[in-house]
Structures are given as structure tokens and as C-alpha cells.
């Protein structure tokens, strides 16, 4: 059994053949935690994971790309929905809501993005509070639900560690950082979650050093396609490359690496 720890079938990408994409991964004994960026993108995930008995889950959360976008300019995405990124308060009913339903495993993906940002330094200070407060209230949110999270962390792992206590589980999504910040990580009790940025940056001695019994699997589809896929998009299917390239670089068979990536999400994520 392989589980893809993080994708987002809930956006537009998949608009013309969801349910195909999903019989054929399902099919695959792949099963797969659809990630919201959004209200609208959550109450899709869903939406989603309401259709299928088992083997489809969802995960709520505000992207920090939304929680301070009022102070940057961001280009629209086609893949996600096709509108402007445009500033969106965290409302905590509204999202409550979402998260109590059952097929929903994770307050996520929630965290902090500093590739786009202000240029002019008293702008970038208001941009970073911002996103922490946002961050920080979702983190409120998973502690009173007894939720895990799933991290999105771009250019601010200090900040992300400086506020992160342990005091919850979680992973961190498409882990790549340095050892140095894995091991803060790790030492707090989260995981490290890895997709194809690993056939795009050199991530080889942290997978290397990781406990197996740490690491989670990925696509972050439609996006980061893995090279041996041979296609544009992205799919939950094509988290066997990830798996296949761990276990290279583990020395253990792609079975062992499946069977323990399965296992280590169906603990964090109660499965």
C-alpha cells in the first residue's frame, strides 16, 4: 500500500478527469491526502474525499501566500484555479467547520512563504507578521481539534522553528532545507515529507541521514512532475518515483520504503 501524502486534485488542473485520475490511482492501491490553499480549495478537498469510503482524505488550511498577499503582487496560478491571488482572512468558523468533518486528517497546508515579498524593508515586516499571525491561529485551530499540520515553509525555516514548540505532530511538505534544519525538525518530533523537488535539488545527504521511520511521500500535483514520468502534469500515481529514489539512496527495496512511508502516514494522520 503507498499513500500520497499531499496533493491537490482539488484544483483545476483536474477539473476535466478527477474522478478517472482518482479510479486509476485508487486502483493502484495508491491512496491520497487532497491539500487546500484556500477556503475554496479546502471545502473541494472535501468534497472530494466525501465520494470515497476509504483511500481519499482531505486537509484544510490558509496557503501564508493568501494570509499577506495585500503586500505583494503574486501572479495568478491556472493549474489551481485561474483567479488573482488575492488577500483572504482566515475565518476560524469557517474553516472549523470544514475540519470537523471525518474524512478530514490535517489542518493544512499552513505556514510561511517568503519568495514573494516586498522589496521596501517596513513593508517586508508587516508581510512576515502577517503570515505569522495567520500561521499562528491555525496552529490554535489543530491543538483544539487535535489535528496534525502539514508545514509549508518556502525561505523561512528560522522563522518557522523559531515558532513551532513540538507541542504538535506534523510534516514538513516538500522538505528543502539543509540537514542543519531537518534535524531541528526531527528533533521536535515532525516529519520531513519528500516529492520531486528531490530529482531538482540536492537533497540526497538529508534522505540519507532521515530516519525512515520520519519520512513521508509526496507529489504536490499537479506540480514537480518527476522527470521518469514523462508528462506536464503531475498525478498521486507518480509517488513511486519518489519512493523508488528514497529506497536508492536508503539501500532497502521499494517494498520496505512503500510499506514504511504507509505506515509512518497512517500514524501521523490516523488512518
Known sequence: MIIDTHAHLNFNAYNKDLASVISKTLSDDIWMINVGSKYETSKKAVEIAEKYNRGVYAAVGLHPIYSASEFVKVRADKEEG???????????NNYKELALND??????EIGLDYYYRPKANNKLELFKNK???VFLKQLDLAKELNLPVILHSRMAHNDLIDILDGSLKGVIHCF??????????????????????????????????APMDRILVETDCPYLTPYKAKASRNEPLFVKYIIERIAELKGISFKE?????????????KL
Open 82 to 92: 485561474g483567479f488573482a491571488i488575492n488577500q483572504e482572512d482566515f475565518d476560524i
Open 103 to 108: 474524512k478530514v486528517v490535517a489542518i493544512g
Open 131 to 133: 503570515q505569522k499571525e
Open 176 to 209: 528543502t532545507g539543509a540537514w542543519d534544519d531537518a534535524e531541528k525538525y526531527l528533533n521536535m518530533g515532525y516529519y520531513l515529507g519528500f516529492n520531486g523537488i528531490i530529482f531538482k535539488l540536492d537533497l540526497n545527504e538529508v534522505i540519507k541521514k
Open 257 to 269: 520504503t512503500a510499506d514504511m512511508t504507509f505506515e509512518n502516514a497512517a500514524k501521523l494522520f
